[in-house]
């Protein structure tokens, strides 16, 4: 068995590289062992066809071209951001600030003894700047703190190597999907990626753009049109005025490039690259790899001979791992017949210290008696609600009684009063006579909710009316002063009057009043009433 | 060409699904194939070679009925479907395979169609019909919205007219004690030569 000619492994060790007796040619098993499969199986998938479209359609495949080593290349993020980083620097203009800025005074100190501070001040005089503080950054018109200079190391040099590293990494990043995804284009509609067509034979904009959309490129060409806005900041003013999102870069050949510039330049998103002078700053702006990259065939064809004849002397960076793809090597037979076999019942995080306070369990290890605890509260906490419930309930059914009671009354009332054929002109108020004829006869619903919350507030009133009037009436008799106090009283109210007037009616009219137990303070008000009247009889 | 986990690794620091917020511990995914929303390696989409998306489209349909849910499976694969229709010697090495399904039916078929799929990605199947479930209780919220709900809240607020209280911002501004200038205080003194 082939296990025996080298020691045990993880998963993590085997796939980097054959380290020590693994790399004399006796220890190695036979060439053909399986071994090799899992280097050489992601090999031979590493290089498929990439199609090339025609202009028509996304089913027009007019032929395939193999897919250049340069997508094989480590995606090295690290070297993309630090490269990006400083290749972002060399297009930077030197700013600085007027070296004479807040300095072209003569000013000088005071020193001590004069009550002011020690800070450089304007000489002269008649002027209100004489006396003011000068020169420090500190000051109000005073020069600033290190003023800024031109001379300042605005621009970065990077190692060649290090540089084509980094475009070869994000080359190779164009050609993971998911990447592009992830760097945040709409990709989902395009057939494939890379996307490669035979050439550009549009010549209009509006030609290539219908191409794009055929291929699926609406949505990244709409994200990109519709995310123009002013610039938020001072950039505005300084000939930078709109922002875009990025979109496609079409990267081109010499042959195209006319075409391609004609036809593609003006679209909002796209940027152009030819091939032979590919730029970072396109490939990953930002320093986010993954841009969406359009090909032409010239172009990509052209990758092979740019990365090993045009950048003379380079060779691309070797991967860290030939195999990245964890899974299939922890999957894979080779490894699983290495490993022991699974402790059986094996159980992690046994001592694991647990918080009493949220784990019922580690609770309960600690006081037994808790779990009971918390059904008793339970169990409290439901009576408590149901008898608030009940409580509620039979509120609620009094207060329904006592106002049915009040109802009944005042209707026993109004029945027995003489004149009035229309119950509605019971008030005497104007206010309430106004809001009825403004009204009009379609919110005849609204109406009746006005008048019976009316009601109801001036039955509350009423009542502490009714409460005072009663006492008064059981001093006074029956007598047109009192009908004149009522009336004054009635002013801006809401009320009944005929409480108070017909006091003799309620005499005649059959309601018994006094059985009922209302639990508000009406109650008490009412049953004033009631006993005032009562009395009366 | 570049494994799921080095496509993690690279996404892990920051993509444009991630959504990061300080409230909140965890970092959430906006992820179309992520069935959880949050994100870390088990649940993302782009980062695995089959992956499931189901998400929920409001589409308003009659006046009387409302607003009907109309469930969307995304379907990532290794290879696409179409590959086999696609003509010798020209075989498509197509990376982004997504297809997607809509569902007409609602809730039940797409349960269906996701219970179909378990061994697609059986290790997130609990999580795809969680996912379905929450989406379905949010499209029913959706569809009992109706207008005549504003007239009852109307009534409601008529029938108990409650007290707000004023609360006057009162504020203290010592800075308004000062002045804009200061006084010397002392005696000038002229400068002696």
Redesign the interface.
Same mark, same amino acid.
């Given at each position: 068995f082939f296990f025996f000619f080298f020691k045990q492994k993880t998963a993590y060790e085997i796939a980097q590289r054959l380290v020590g007796s693994e790399m004399c040619i006796r220890d190695r098993v036979s060439t053909q062992s399986t071994w090799d499969s899992i280097f050489t199986q992601e090999e031979m *998938? *590493?290089r %498929?066809? $990439?199609?090339v479209f025609g202009q028509e359609g996304v089913d027009t495949?007019t032929g =395939?071209v193999k /897919?250049p080593k340069v997508? =094989?290349a480590p995606?090295r993020?690290d070297i993309v951001q630090f490269v990006h980083d400083n290749i972002a620097r060399n297009k930077r203009q030197p700013h600085g600030v007027y070296e004479k800025a807040g300095m072209q005074h003569s000013a000088e100190s005071?020193h001590t003894? &004069? @009550?002011?501070a020690r800070v450089p001040r304007v000489g002269g005089s008649g002027t209100r700047r004489s006396s003011q503080a000068a020169f420090g950054n500190m000051c109000r018109k005073g020069r600033m703190f290190a003023p800024l200079k031109i001379w300042r190391r605005w621009h970065r040099k990077v190692n060649v190597t290090q540089k084509r590293h980094a475009l070869a990494a994000a080359v190779?990043?164009t @050609?993971? %999907? +998911?990447?592009v /995804? +992830? &760097?945040?284009h709409r !990709?989902?509609d $395009? %057939?494939? !990626?890379p996307l490669v067509f035979d050439k550009i034979s549009a010549e209009k904009t509006k030609d290539f753009i219908g191409l794009l959309k055929k291929f699926g490129a609406k949505s990244e060409l709409d994200r990109c049109h519709e995310s123009k806005k002013i610039r938020a900041t001072k950039g505005k003013m300084r000939n930078r005025r709109y922002v875009l999102r990025k979109g496609p870069l079409l990267i081109h050949g010499d042959s195209d490039q006319k075409k391609a510039l004609t036809a593609a330049r003006n679209i909002p998103g796209l940027d152009l690259m030819n091939v032979h002078r590919m730029n970072l700053l396109n490939l990953a702006p930002g320093g986010? !790899?993954g841009r969406f990259v359009i090909w032409t065939k010239e172009a990509f064809a052209a990758l092979d001979k740019v990365f090993t004849v045009e950048k003379t002397g380079y060779t691309y960076a070797s991967p860290v791992m030939t195999? @990245?793809?964890?899974?299939s090597i922890i999957n894979s037979d080779q490894v699983q017949k290495i490993l022991r076999p699974a402790k059986p019942n094996h159980k992690t995080h046994v001592n694991q210290k647990k918080n009493p306070l949220k784990n019922k369990a580690a609770m309960k290890k600690l006081n037994p008696f808790a779990p009971e605890i918390v059904k008793m509260e339970k169990a409290a906490e439901e009576e408590r609600k149901k008898a608030r419930a009940t409580a509620a309930k039979t509120h609620r059914g009094l207060k329904k009684a006592g106002k049915k009671w009040m109802k009944a009354v005042l209707a026993g009332l109004v029945e027995s009063m003489v004149p009035p054929p229309k119950a509605k002109e019971i008030y005497d108020d104007e206010e309430v006579k106004s809001v009825h004829e403004e009204m009009s006869e379609q919110e005849e619903e609204e109406k009746k909710?006005e008048k019976e919350?009316g009601k109801d507030e001036g039955k509350k009133e009423a009542k502490k009316e009714a409460k005072k009037e009663a006492t008064k009436e059981a001093k006074k008799e029956e007598k047109k002063a009192g009908k004149e106090e009522t009336k004054k009283e009635k002013k801006g109210k809401k009320q009944f009057p005929f409480i108070a007037q017909s006091h003799s009616y309620i005499t005649n009219t059959a309601v018994s009043y006094t059985h009922l137990t209302l639990p508000t303070s009406d109650l008490v008000q009412i049953s004033v009433v009631a006993v005032s009247l009562k009395k009366k009889k | 060409m570049a494994s799921n986990a080095l496509i993690w690794e690279l996404t892990k620091g920051y993509s444009t699904f991630m959504v990061k917020k300080k409230e909140c511990g965890t970092t959430f995914s906006t992820d179309p194939f992520n069935l959880t929303n949050k994100y870390n390696a088990k649940s993302t989409g782009i980062a695995h070679e089959r992956a499931l998306g189901v998400s929920v489209d409001m589409k308003v349909g009659n006046k009387k009925k409302g607003q009907k849910p109309v469930f969307k499976i995304l379907i990532k694969r290794k290879k696409h479907i179409l590959a086999k229709k696609a003509k010798a010697p020209f075989k498509r090495n197509l990376n982004t395979f997504t297809t997607v399904l809509p569902l007409k039916k609602g809730v039940t078929q797409a349960a269906k169609v996701i219970g179909k799929m378990k061994m697609f990605r059986p290790d997130l199947h609990h999580d795809a019909l969680r996912r379905i479930a929450a989406l379905h209780s949010v499209s029913l919220r959706k569809t009992a919205i109706k207008k005549p709900e504003k007239k009852v809240e109307e009534k409601k607020a008529k029938q108990n007219p409650q007290i707000t209280s004023c609360t006057c911002l009162l504020y203290t501004s010592d800075a308004a004690d000062e002045r804009s200038s200061v006084d010397l205080g002392g005696r000038r003194i002229i400068k002696k030569k």
């Amino acid at each position: 068995f082939f296990f025996f000619f080298f020691k045990q492994k993880t998963a993590y060790e085997i796939a980097q590289r054959l380290v020590g007796s693994e790399m004399c040619i006796r220890d190695r098993v036979s060439t053909q062992s399986t071994w090799d499969s899992i280097f050489t199986q992601e090999e031979m *998938t *590493t290089r %498929p066809l $990439v199609s090339v479209f025609g202009q028509e359609g996304v089913d027009t495949i007019t032929g =395939q071209v193999k /897919m250049p080593k340069v997508f =094989q290349a480590p995606i090295r993020l690290d070297i993309v951001q630090f490269v990006h980083d400083n290749i972002a620097r060399n297009k930077r203009q030197p700013h600085g600030v007027y070296e004479k800025a807040g300095m072209q005074h003569s000013a000088e100190s005071w020193h001590t003894g &004069r @009550a002011v501070a020690r800070v450089p001040r304007v000489g002269g005089s008649g002027t209100r700047r004489s006396s003011q503080a000068a020169f420090g950054n500190m000051c109000r018109k005073g020069r600033m703190f290190a003023p800024l200079k031109i001379w300042r190391r605005w621009h970065r040099k990077v190692n060649v190597t290090q540089k084509r590293h980094a475009l070869a990494a994000a080359v190779a990043a164009t @050609a993971v %999907p +998911a990447l592009v /995804m +992830a &760097r945040g284009h709409r !990709i989902m509609d $395009v %057939p494939e !990626i890379p996307l490669v067509f035979d050439k550009i034979s549009a010549e209009k904009t509006k030609d290539f753009i219908g191409l794009l959309k055929k291929f699926g490129a609406k949505s990244e060409l709409d994200r990109c049109h519709e995310s123009k806005k002013i610039r938020a900041t001072k950039g505005k003013m300084r000939n930078r005025r709109y922002v875009l999102r990025k979109g496609p870069l079409l990267i081109h050949g010499d042959s195209d490039q006319k075409k391609a510039l004609t036809a593609a330049r003006n679209i909002p998103g796209l940027d152009l690259m030819n091939v032979h002078r590919m730029n970072l700053l396109n490939l990953a702006p930002g320093g986010h !790899i993954g841009r969406f990259v359009i090909w032409t065939k010239e172009a990509f064809a052209a990758l092979d001979k740019v990365f090993t004849v045009e950048k003379t002397g380079y060779t691309y960076a070797s991967p860290v791992m030939t195999n @990245a793809d964890l899974g299939s090597i922890i999957n894979s037979d080779q490894v699983q017949k290495i490993l022991r076999p699974a402790k059986p019942n094996h159980k992690t995080h046994v001592n694991q210290k647990k918080n009493p306070l949220k784990n019922k369990a580690a609770m309960k290890k600690l006081n037994p008696f808790a779990p009971e605890i918390v059904k008793m509260e339970k169990a409290a906490e439901e009576e408590r609600k149901k008898a608030r419930a009940t409580a509620a309930k039979t509120h609620r059914g009094l207060k329904k009684a006592g106002k049915k009671w009040m109802k009944a009354v005042l209707a026993g009332l109004v029945e027995s009063m003489v004149p009035p054929p229309k119950a509605k002109e019971i008030y005497d108020d104007e206010e309430v006579k106004s809001v009825h004829e403004e009204m009009s006869e379609q919110e005849e619903e609204e109406k009746k909710e006005e008048k019976e919350e009316g009601k109801d507030e001036g039955k509350k009133e009423a009542k502490k009316e009714a409460k005072k009037e009663a006492t008064k009436e059981a001093k006074k008799e029956e007598k047109k002063a009192g009908k004149e106090e009522t009336k004054k009283e009635k002013k801006g109210k809401k009320q009944f009057p005929f409480i108070a007037q017909s006091h003799s009616y309620i005499t005649n009219t059959a309601v018994s009043y006094t059985h009922l137990t209302l639990p508000t303070s009406d109650l008490v008000q009412i049953s004033v009433v009631a006993v005032s009247l009562k009395k009366k009889k | 060409m570049a494994s799921n986990a080095l496509i993690w690794e690279l996404t892990k620091g920051y993509s444009t699904f991630m959504v990061k917020k300080k409230e909140c511990g965890t970092t959430f995914s906006t992820d179309p194939f992520n069935l959880t929303n949050k994100y870390n390696a088990k649940s993302t989409g782009i980062a695995h070679e089959r992956a499931l998306g189901v998400s929920v489209d409001m589409k308003v349909g009659n006046k009387k009925k409302g607003q009907k849910p109309v469930f969307k499976i995304l379907i990532k694969r290794k290879k696409h479907i179409l590959a086999k229709k696609a003509k010798a010697p020209f075989k498509r090495n197509l990376n982004t395979f997504t297809t997607v399904l809509p569902l007409k039916k609602g809730v039940t078929q797409a349960a269906k169609v996701i219970g179909k799929m378990k061994m697609f990605r059986p290790d997130l199947h609990h999580d795809a019909l969680r996912r379905i479930a929450a989406l379905h209780s949010v499209s029913l919220r959706k569809t009992a919205i109706k207008k005549p709900e504003k007239k009852v809240e109307e009534k409601k607020a008529k029938q108990n007219p409650q007290i707000t209280s004023c609360t006057c911002l009162l504020y203290t501004s010592d800075a308004a004690d000062e002045r804009s200038s200061v006084d010397l205080g002392g005696r000038r003194i002229i400068k002696k030569k």
